[in-house]
């Protein structure tokens, strides 16, 4: 504090009374006057800048002056009453305890009943409360340091208030304490928050733990345990990597240290081993304590999942197989098709086996093996030699031959390779299936209209083990859809079979006229059971002429088939019986079906090889042809060149006005020249119009030049005629081998009719 002996400059007193002087220490003073005293010179504490005009002689009493530490505790009474904080002091002393009315309110005292010791606090504290707090007083007290606590106090009508506070115990010049002061505040509303939040986190369906930095759990709630399978006095106080170490190294480690890391949330899913065995949902968030972590068990719905996605999966095979063996009529194709297709969705390897239509079902006589497949590339020139070799060595109880014989599901579980191998004969067959080692397999029939036409054998390795009832299931359905698809393959086969066997008995082999070879070829419409309008002849006019005839009757079922035959056979006697011109044949053939009410439309080419005695001296031949809206025939001559036999205008279908004119054209051709005649169905498909039919023929014609006529009429069904054709495709080659050197073994034997005069030797004519 100041002295009263301060002193103010000379001017009238009451000028400076009521103002605040700063002190040179920093400290102010305000001054009233007291008359009758005189006033000296200025203190040299008193600060510059004091107003202090001329003042009467006047004494003057300096009192009221205020310290800083004054001032600081103005402020602070009046922040801790904004706050709602108050105030204590015990002196340990006196054990007197000193509370402002604020401290008295929070502990629900009145002046009066507050006892003013620690007796009257510890009556207020909660019972569970008080040995902790009194630990944490004495703490303070014995260290002379700091206080910190916080506290339920029960007031008077039974409520409970949460306090915080804080406080210091203040030591004497000996290092003893004396007193402790400090302040405290109500913390209900906090707590009350702390106390929901907890219950909510303990009490949802998503499980909830917390680690520190050190990944040590501070807490977990009920559905957490759950999850976890261990209870929190179990977890708590644990490290998560200790206590759960199948996750070290897994999803949860990568993304609980990548979520601490960039201080984010992350989210994902996981699966988490044995013993737990789970799928959980996750949301990892970082705090500044560690990492909270959310998860949900997601098992079911996993499992559910994965039951859909299965059961989609398996949809889309059958779905598969079924496209895939409706793309061919071919049942060997189809086999070797469906082994692949079921590989690995249902099984590690598998064989097909096809019932030979001619034995029919019901007997292993009449099994073939057609497609194999393994999932190991390794392993598939084993699983194929079994698959060729295995119906030879089977013996009587095999489960492929009770099968086959019983149209029911064979089914070895488990140690297949064992009980397999009893059922082989030994030699290669039983060491091929000691190799391929099946855990498991399974043999199920595919069933046809009139038996089974087929079997599927399934086969599992020791890793992938038995065959579900799933499995088995889809198996049975696979094998249902396999077997309609076989089945119809099948049946297509035994009508294309019976349609050919009827188109072809309405041909006639060829003749073989001296050095001429003709080859002639038919292939018919992938669509079974309709005999095609398509055909072709070749034989020998009177005169020794060779006839060339090719022609396409619109349509293509039995009608189309039966005008088929009725035009070959009128174009067929008429050239028999008198050497037309082509274009001549073409008209009489037209006017017979007029005549004989064959009502339809063909279209025809017709060529003539004829030779006199100087050209056949020369080595050359004239082809006459004559074309009835048919396309045009081709030559390739002895130097591979390539033409087209095409004329100005086409001449009209036969059919259409039998008064029509022919026009007939001819060319000359060199020995070894080749002729060739084809029908539509070589050059036209859906996808290829007839000009770009041609030019790729053309192009053919060109790379085959020189080739074999047998080879080259395969060569040009296999490249031009796709595998299931539109349509039925005719051919006739000719190929004029020269006069003067011997008939070539590749024209076969030379076959004339009796009636036919046979060609004089060629004697070469002298260049």
């Given amino acids: 504090m100041i002295a009263a002996g301060l002193l103010v400059s000379t001017g009238p007193a009451n000028d400076g009374i009521g103002v605040p002087f700063l002190l040179s220490t920093g400290g102010t003073w305000r001054a009233r006057a007291r008359g009758g005293e005189r006033v000296a010179e200025q203190s040299p504490e008193i600060a510059s800048g004091v107003p202090a005009p001329r003042v009467r002689p006047e004494a003057v ?53 507050f006892g003013r010791s620690i007796e009257a606090f510890n009556d207020r504290l909660h019972p569970e409360d008080l040995p902790r707090v009194g630990l944490l007083l004495q703490q303070a007290i014995d260290t002379c340091g700091d206080y910190e606590a916080e506290y339920r106090v029960i007031l008077p009508g039974g409520s409970t208030r949460w306090i915080a506070a804080r406080g210091r115990a203040l030591c004497d010049e000996r290092g003893v304490t004396n007193r402790v002061l400090g302040a405290a505040w109500d913390v209900t509303s906090h707590h009350e928050a702390q106390d929901s939040l907890a219950r909510i986190l303990e009490n949802m369906a998503v499980g909830f733990f917390t680690v520190d930095r050190s990944w040590v759990f501070t807490r977990v709630n009920a559905e957490g345990e759950r999850i976890l399978a261990a209870h929190r006095s179990d977890l708590l106080g644990q490290n998560v990597w200790q206590r759960f170490p199948a996750a070290v190294g897994s999803l949860f480690e990568v993304h609980y240290r990548h979520a601490v890391a960039i201080g984010e949330p992350v989210s994902f899913d996981a699966y988490y081993p044995e013993p737990l065995d789970i799928w959980v949902e ?3 968030v970082p705090t500044a304590e560690g990492l909270s972590v959310y998860f949900l068990d997601i098992t079911e719905r996993r499992r559910l999942q994965e039951r859909v996605e299965h059961r989609a999966g398996r949809e889309r095979l059958l779905s598969r197989i079924g496209e895939q063996l409706d793309r061919t009529l071919d049942p060997g194709a189809a086999a070797q098709r469906l082994a692949r297709l079921v590989v690995p969705d249902l099984a590690d390897w598998s064989v097909v086996t096809l019932v030979d239509d001619e034995r029919g079902a019901g007997s292993r006589r009449g099994l073939r093996n057609a497609g194999s497949f393994h999932i190991d590339p390794a392993m598939r020139p084993v699983a194929e030699a079994y698959a060729h070799n295995r119906l030879t060595a089977l013996t009587d109880d095999a489960i492929i031959v009770r099968a086959v014989e019983s149209d029911e599901v064979q089914l070895i579980e488990r140690d297949a390779t064992t009980r397999g191998l009893a059922m082989l004969a030994p030699g290669l067959v039983r060491e091929s299936f000691s190799v391929l080692a099946p855990e498991a397999v399974a043999v199920i029939p595919l069933p046809g209209s009139s038996g089974p036409v087929g079997l599927l054998t399934l086969a599992n390795g020791r890793d992938r083990g038995p065959f579900g009832d799933d499995d088995l299931e889809i198996a049975r359905q696979i ?20 349609a050919e066997t009827l188109q072809r008995s309405m041909f006639t082999a060829p003749p073989e006229p001296d050095h001429l070879q003709v080859v002639v070829r038919y292939l018919a419409a992938s669509q079974a059971a309709q005999v095609g309008g398509d055909w072709y002849d070749a034989f020998l006019e009177p005169d020794g002429a060779t006839v060339l005839a090719i022609g396409d009757v619109v349509g293509h079922d039995a009608r189309a088939a039966a005008h088929m035959g009725q035009i070959r056979t009128i174009l067929r006697a008429l050239g028999a019986d008198q050497s037309y011109s082509p274009a001549e044949l073409l008209r009489h053939t037209d006017r017979v079906m007029e005549t004989l009410q064959v009502e339809t439309a063909a279209t025809a080419v017709v060529a003539r090889l004829e030779q006199s005695a100087s050209q056949a001296r020369r080595g050359l031949t004239v082809l006459r042809w004559a074309n009835a809206g048919h396309p045009p025939p081709f030559v390739i001559n002895p130097n591979g060149s390539v033409a087209l036999l095409q004329t100005a205008k086409a001449d009209l279908l036969l059919g259409v ?73 005719a051919i006739v080659a000719v190929r004029l081998h020269p006069q003067d050197k011997p008939r070539p073994a590749e024209a076969g034997p030379n076959r004339i009719p009796p009636n036919v005069p046979v060609a004089p030797p060629v004697i070469p004519q002298p260049n």
Avoid: N
């Avoid at 094998?479 to 019976?498: I, Y």
């Avoid at 020249?673 to 053919?700: A, N, P």
């Fill in 61 to 113: 009493e300096l009192t009221d002056v205020v310290d800083p530490t004054d001032a600081r505790q103005t402020l602070l009474d009046l922040a801790t009453t904004a706050a709602g904080i108050g105030t204590f002091d015990w002196d340990l002393a006196t054990g007197l305890l000193e509370w402002d009315e604020r401290m008295r309110q929070l502990f629900g005292y009145d002046e009066d009943a």
């Fill in 282 to 284: 996750v949301r990892a």
């Fill in 479 to 498: 094998a249902g859809r396999a077997g309609l698809a076989l089945d119809a393959a099948r049946l297509f086969r035994q009508q294309q079979t019976l």
């Fill in 657 to 729: 006005r039998p008064d029509t004119d022919r026009l007939e054209s001819e060319v000359i051709l060199d020995r070894d020249s080749v002729v060739l005649l084809y029908t539509d169905g070589l050059v036209e498909r859906r996808d290829q119009d007839l000009d770009e039919g041609l030019r790729r023929l053309h192009r053919t014609l060109e790379q085959l030049a020189g080739s074999d006529l047998d080879d080259l009429c395969d060569e040009l069904l296999a490249r031009l005629v796709p595998e299931s054709p539109d349509d039925d495709v």
